[in-house]
């Protein structure tokens, strides 16, 4: 009878941790499912942004010109030795590094390759809002959703057929928001477990708790 009841409770324990295990699987099953539709839904986003933005077409407007000419001075001076122009005195954002990138695109595929790298910007700020809407619901849907509205508005799709700082400076800000939640949180996390350490707890429960 006792090896019967000793056969009886580890064929219960195998149960239990097939069931666990099981349990386990279909939860990171769960997990990779959503993480993947995250990916598609965003992947559709930006195609949208792309598909929305593209009838757009317009010829180059002063400010363009303006800032790809101070970029071809700027490295032509800095080639030559020549004195570089004082663009700083009327151009915003990073007068001495967006001009002298745009100039470098132009030269090699045109105005629409300056363009292209506002769109790219603004795709890089609808993630950092994706981001940053997620941290703070702690949701993906209001993360898509948050995207999503981002993505749709006028200034947002003009501005990726815009080839000026405005879209490279977005990009930064929406970035900076972004990383400014995640650094709060491992600041939130980091001081929870020094205090759960000073309450006496294990080093292997601090975190968790």
């Not at 239990?16 to 598609?40: P, Q």
């Not at 949208?48 to 077409?57: E, G, I, N, S, V």
């Not at 001009?99 to 132009?106: E, F, G």
């Not at 809002?129 to 999503?148: H, K, P």
Request: aromatic share 10%.
């Amino acid at each position: 009878m006792a090896r019967d009841a000793s056969w009886t409770k580890a064929g219960i324990t195998v149960i239990c941790t097939i069931s666990s295990s099981r349990g386990d699987v279909s939860s990171n099953r769960n997990t990779l499912l959503a993480r993947a539709a995250t990916v598609v839904a965003l992947v559709a986003l930006g195609y949208m942004q792309w598909f929305l933005a593209r009838p757009l077409k317009n010829d180059a407007f002063v400010d363009e010109a303006t800032y790809i000419v101070s970029g071809q001075l700027l490295r032509e001076s800095a080639m030559t030795g020549a004195t570089a122009p004082p663009i700083a005195s009327y151009l915003s954002g990073a007068p001495h590094l967006y001009p002298a990138l745009a100039s470098v695109l132009y030269d090699r595929s045109g105005l629409e390759a300056v363009r292209a790298l506002s769109f790219a910007c603004l795709i890089v700020a609808m993630l950092a809002v994706y981001a940053t809407a997620r941290q703070l619901f702690d949701n993906r849907v209001a993360g898509i959703a948050a995207a999503l509205l981002f993505s749709l508005q006028a200034p947002v799709l003009f501005l990726g057929r815009f080839a000026t700082y405005d879209a490279p400076s977005i990009a930064l800000m929406a970035l900076a928001v972004a990383t400014g939640f995640v650094v709060d949180d491992a600041i939130v996390m980091i001081e929870n477990m020094y205090r759960n350490l000073e309450h006496g707890m294990k080093p292997f429960e601090a975190p968790r708790a």
